[in-house]
């Protein structure tokens, strides 16, 4: 596997607390990753090292490497802001800004200068597009984005993340405050953009996991237990807190 993300020996506290023990797992340039595990085990802290979104809570420490593309994420030479186009997050609660669905979606370009009127929709259309959105807002762009239902929502955002081209993009339970339908639209929608992007899922349902990860990582108390293709790791699993927890056996 040629690796585009690769994070080493990660050890991550918030004040004493030990949250990740000592992490390594790579990922590859396209295709979708599962991270798996009980409540607590340490998966979004994870998946906020890889945008350094833990920087923003003052007790953590950490210690590890993490190389992306390479290059390591956490040189002082490193712009977080830059970082975060290039790694787009998606958060469990739909958290559309309180503009419109335009505004919504234009927002990093525009941050990053960009003016162009013809470029800025251009890129609405094709971001609202991947994320499987147009149709139902294409005649109102200019509505509130509040406005909207909880997966819409959840769709814009993602529409939002994708207008700014990022590399990778980071989801923390996506689909666990929606609705089956919205649900399923967007696992379809993150089939559809598979090849073009690094995609990290976190989930707790693991027929998510299973339906739509190439790869599959389980985490246990801030360890990694096991990590591999998802057949195998759900088929055949190395481990048997691995199975334990597939089967349904805790968590
Ligand atoms: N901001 C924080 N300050 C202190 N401790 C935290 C903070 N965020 C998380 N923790 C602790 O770190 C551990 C890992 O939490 P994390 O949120 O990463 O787990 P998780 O696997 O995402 O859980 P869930 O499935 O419930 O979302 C937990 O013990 C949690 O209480
Ligand atoms: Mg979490």
Same mark, same amino acid.
């Given at each position: 596997?040629?690796?585009?993300?690769?994070?080493?020996?990660?050890?991550?506290?918030?004040?004493?607390?030990?949250?990740?023990?000592?992490?390594?797992?790579?990922?590859?340039?396209?295709?979708?990753?599962?991270?798996?595990?009980?409540?607590?085990c340490?998966?979004?802290?994870?998946?906020?090292?890889?945008?350094?979104?833990?920087?923003?809570?003052?007790?953590?420490?950490?210690?590890?490497?993490i190389?992306?593309?390479g290059?390591?994420?956490?040189?002082?030479?490193?712009?977080?802001?830059?970082?975060?186009?290039?790694?787009?997050?998606?958060?469990?609660?739909?958290?559309?800004?309180?503009?419109?669905?335009?505004? @919504?979606?234009?927002?990093?370009? #525009? /941050?990053?200068g960009?003016?162009?009127?013809? $470029?800025?929709? &251009?890129?609405? !259309?094709?971001?609202?597009?991947?994320?499987?959105?147009?149709?139902?807002?294409?005649?109102?762009?200019?509505?509130?984005?509040?406005?909207?239902?909880?997966?819409?929502?959840?769709?814009v955002?993602?529409?939002?993340?994708?207008?700014?081209?990022?590399?990778?993009?980071?989801?923390?339970?996506?689909?666990?405050?929606?609705?089956?339908?919205?649900?399923?639209?967007?696992?379809?929608?993150?089939?559809?953009?598979?090849?073009?992007?690094?995609?990290?899922?976190?989930?707790? @349902?693991?027929?998510?996991?299973? #339906? /739509?990860?190439?790869?599959t990582?389980?985490? $246990?108390?801030? &360890?990694?237990? !096991?990590e591999?293709?998802?057949?195998?790791?759900?088929?055949?699993?190395?481990?048997?807190?691995?199975?334990?927890?597939?089967?349904?056996?805790?968590?």
């Open positions: 596997m040629e690796e585009f993300i690769t994070t080493k020996d990660i050890h991550l506290y918030y004040g004493k607390k030990e949250a990740l023990k000592g992490i390594n797992l790579s990922f590859p340039a396209k295709g979708i990753n599962a991270l798996i595990g009980p409540s607590g340490g998966k979004s802290t994870y998946l906020r090292t890889l945008n350094r979104m833990n920087d923003l809570i003052p007790s953590v420490t950490m210690t590890g490497s190389m992306i593309n290059q390591d994420i956490y040189s002082p030479k490193m712009d977080t802001v830059d970082l975060r186009k290039k790694v787009g997050m998606v958060f469990q609660q739909p958290n559309p800004f309180p503009f419109s669905i335009y505004e @919504n979606v234009t927002y990093g370009l #525009r /941050i990053a960009i003016k162009d009127k013809q $470029l800025l929709d &251009e890129r609405v !259309e094709q971001s609202l597009k991947q994320a499987a959105v147009w149709d139902e807002v294409k005649d109102d762009l200019h509505k509130s984005a509040l406005s909207l239902s909880g997966g819409q929502q959840q769709r955002c993602i529409a939002r993340v994708l207008a700014v081209q990022p590399d990778v993009i980071l989801l923390d339970e996506p689909t666990s405050a929606l609705d089956p339908v919205s649900s399923g639209l967007i696992e379809d929608m993150l089939l559809t953009i598979r090849d073009n992007y690094t995609i990290i899922i976190v989930t707790h @349902n693991l027929q998510q996991a299973s #339906r /739509i990860s190439d790869r990582a389980f985490f $246990l108390n801030g &360890e990694l237990i !096991e591999g293709k998802t057949k195998s790791v759900f088929l055949n699993p190395k481990r048997q807190e691995t199975d334990d927890y597939i089967s349904g056996r805790f968590g």
